[in-house]
């Protein structure tokens, strides 16, 4: 299933620096999109989410960016701080026609690494 | 902060035994879901759950598996007779409801079938 895609298995960035992680879908009935946060041996967190009738979505040192167009979103981090480091997820969701469950599509996940 | 809980952390049982993964959901969420992580995979949808009967699920989630909810706040995955590979994370979701889309996911079980 490579509906949602993350081409970027790891990134590096400096401290202070901006954080790029992109993502990748194929499906055009995703119609809302979120980005997760996990640290190892732990459940993944809620970051920031978007909506399809958006392009932009800001909250605190987070930024999501949608590009209909070209089914790419992507997360803004700045500025990286170390405890950034993390696999940061990328979901989709879209409304079934069996049901309002909305269950999540994940890609694979990219490596975060902020370094000091 | 309000969170989602499961327990065990970590369970091991041997092939073709039942297991009975626990989740404690957000209060006033009215959606469940359970999601499994094989190691080295994507976070994978296994079903979901509202308003006291399954409303989807995935191909993975074939017989041997069953979800409930026995009381007001638990909500279980159990699976009756496990193969080897059903060994993963598997971690329990909630949302609040219709119009917030947002899931918020517990700290996972370790399940390791030897």
């Known amino acids: 299933d490579q509906q949602v895609k993350q081409n970027s298995p790891s990134l590096s960035v400096q401290e202070g620096r901006i954080s790029i992680l992109n993502c990748d879908y194929t499906?055009?009935?995703?119609?809302?999109f979120l980005w997760y946060k996990k640290y190892p041996a732990e459940g993944p967190t809620f970051l920031i989410s978007?909506?399809?009738?958006?392009d932009k979505n800001e909250d605190g040192r987070f930024t999501v960016f949608l590009n209909k167009s070209a089914k790419h979103l992507s997360l803004h981090i700045v500025p990286s701080q170390p405890g950034d480091s993390a696999v940061y997820f990328c979901a989709a969701s879209t409304l079934r026609n069996s049901g309002s469950a909305r269950q999540l599509t994940f890609g694979s996940g990219t490596q975060l690494t902020v370094l000091p | 902060e309000p969170e989602v809980t499961q327990t065990p952390s970590h369970q091991v049982t041997q092939m073709g035994q039942e297991v009975i993964l626990r989740c404690v959901p957000i209060?006033?969420?009215?959606?469940f879901y359970w999601y499994r992580q094989i190691l080295g995979q994507k976070v994978e949808f296994l079903v979901s759950f509202y308003n006291n009967e399954i409303s989807e699920k995935s191909e993975i989630f074939d017989d041997q598996f069953s979800v409930e909810r026995p009381d007001g706040s638990n909500f279980t995955l159990k699976i009756r007779s496990t193969k080897l590979e059903d060994s993963a994370m598997y971690f329990c979701?909630?949302?609040?409801?219709?119009?917030?889309?947002?899931?918020?996911f517990g700290p996972g079980t370790r399940l390791t079938v030897l």
């Open positions: 979701a909630s949302r609040e409801g219709t119009g917030v889309f947002e899931q918020f």
């Open positions: 499906n055009s009935m995703f119609d809302y």
């Open positions: 978007i909506s399809s009738i958006k």
């Open positions: 209060s006033n969420h009215l959606y």
